[in-house]
């Protein structure tokens, strides 16, 4: 592989990031519990990380906030529109399957 400048690394790491947020935006029909129990994070977890990092560098950024830059709106919004209740078989996998912290 080439190698790439520290900027350069940063501007592709960015711009997969914006594209994979852009994919869950137009894939609102795949539910958080499913990619919780196939990938082991959700949309939360990204808008989580992003505020994190945000925090790390000085800058606040709340919960809310984090939640409508990865749901490119309100979070509740959101829910209101595309969350389904999970199913006893979805909520069994997330049980067996969530994260330890």
Not at 16 to 26: M, Y
Not at 62 to 69: A, L
Request: glycine letters at 2%.
């Amino acid at each position: 592989m080439t190698a790439l400048s520290k900027k350069q690394q940063t501007e592709f790491e960015a711009a997969a990031f914006r594209r994979l947020v852009a994919h869950l935006r137009d894939r609102s029909d795949v539910q958080n519990i499913d990619l919780m129990n196939l990938a082991g994070f959700c949309r939360n977890c990204l808008s989580n990380w992003y505020r994190e990092a945000a925090e790390a560098e000085g800058v606040p950024v709340t919960r809310d906030e984090s939640r409508e830059m990865i749901y490119g709106m309100p979070y509740e919004d959101w829910k209101n529109l595309h969350q389904k209740e999970a199913s006893p078989v979805q909520k069994a996998a997330f049980e067996l399957n969530k994260p330890h912290k």
